[in-house]
Every structure is written in structure tokens, then in C-alpha cells.
């Protein structure tokens, strides 16, 4: 009888407004640490209600974006910010997240409940320099200087 590997799921989420660097790099690390990917990108509700503001590139065109990055096997919309609901559904073996939530409560809870059910969180560096909140902020600054 022929033994065959387990193959590791990974999950990750993210706004992914204004698409940079930086989101192209945790998606290219995790994918190196997993056989399969999954993006949960955030929908335009869940940024409103989480970031208390509006994405400036469009739910549907932020999924379309995702889905064509070689690192990412699935795409699926991330309608809550509940972890746990995501693992319910898709069952994944690893989440990776970026190391700038590393240690806050939010995600400490999180390990806590992913270590009853084997999941392993994973922090991946933050692309220092280079943020979604940061390119907005130059945009409307430069808007604003004319």
C-alpha cells in the first residue's frame, strides 16, 4: 500500500486594498510554507465595520486581483473577522498572518483556540515602509497640496 503525504492547507486574510509589495510578500511566504493557499479577502462590509472605513478598490476587483497571484490556489471572501468560523468551513492546517499583530490580545486569543483544534498560526515579516493606510495617505496628500 502506497503511504501519501499529507498536504498542508494555509490560510491567510487581508483587506488587500491597493495592492503592494508587501501583500505580495506574506502571500509568496506563505505559500512556501504550505502545498495549498487560501486568501480570505475581506469584503467591503467587514472593512467598514472592522477599519471603520470604505476599501478604495472595490470588493469584486480586490478578488479578481488575488485570485491572479501564482502563490494563491483559492480565493474565498472573508466575511467575518471570526477565525474560527473560516476554519469551520475550510479546514485548514496553518494560518499565516503578518508579524505586526504578533503578540496582541486579538491574536493571542486566537492561537489560544487554534491550539484546541491543531491549527498552527505562523507570523511572517512585515514589508517595512509600505502599507495600504500609508499609500492612501500620500494620495491625499499630494490631492490635497495642488
Same mark, same amino acid.
Given at each position: 500500500m502506497e503511504r501519501t503525504e499529507k498536504k498542508i492547507i494555509g490560510y491567510t486574510t487581508g483587506v488587500f486594498d491597493m495592492f503592494h509589495i508587501?501583500?505580495?510578500n506574506i502571500l509568496k511566504r506563505a505559500k512556501e510554507q504550505c502545498d495549498y493557499l487560501? *486568501?480570505?479577502v475581506s469584503t467591503d462590509e467587514v472593512v467598514e465595520e472592522y477599519k471603520k472605513k470604505t476599501p478604495i478598490i472595490k470588493f469584486e476587483e480586490r478578488?479578481?486581483?488575488v485570485e491572479a =497571484?501564482?502563490?494563491?490556489?483559492e480565493v474565498v471572501p472573508q466575511t467575518t473577522m471570526d477565525k474560527m468560523e473560516a476554519w469551520k468551513q475550510l479546514k485548514?492546517? *496553518?494560518?499565516?498572518h503578518g508579524s505586526d499583530w504578533k503578540g496582541s490580545d486579538m491574536y493571542n486569543h486566537i492561537i489560544e483556540k487554534f491550539n484546541n483544534v491543531g491549527v498552527k *498560526? =505562523?507570523?511572517l515579516?512585515?514589508?517595512e515602509g509600505v502599507s495600504s493606510t500609508l499609500l492612501t495617505e500620500v494620495l491625499y496628500d499630494k490631492k490635497n497640496s495642488k
Amino acid at each position: 500500500m502506497e503511504r501519501t503525504e499529507k498536504k498542508i492547507i494555509g490560510y491567510t486574510t487581508g483587506v488587500f486594498d491597493m495592492f503592494h509589495i508587501g501583500h505580495l510578500n506574506i502571500l509568496k511566504r506563505a505559500k512556501e510554507q504550505c502545498d495549498y493557499l487560501i *486568501v480570505g479577502v475581506s469584503t467591503d462590509e467587514v472593512v467598514e465595520e472592522y477599519k471603520k472605513k470604505t476599501p478604495i478598490i472595490k470588493f469584486e476587483e480586490r478578488i479578481a486581483i488575488v485570485e491572479a =497571484i501564482k502563490y494563491v490556489d483559492e480565493v474565498v471572501p472573508q466575511t467575518t473577522m471570526d477565525k474560527m468560523e473560516a476554519w469551520k468551513q475550510l479546514k485548514f492546517d *496553518v494560518m499565516f498572518h503578518g508579524s505586526d499583530w504578533k503578540g496582541s490580545d486579538m491574536y493571542n486569543h486566537i492561537i489560544e483556540k487554534f491550539n484546541n483544534v491543531g491549527v498552527k *498560526v =505562523i507570523f511572517l515579516p512585515h514589508t517595512e515602509g509600505v502599507s495600504s493606510t500609508l499609500l492612501t495617505e500620500v494620495l491625499y496628500d499630494k490631492k490635497n497640496s495642488k
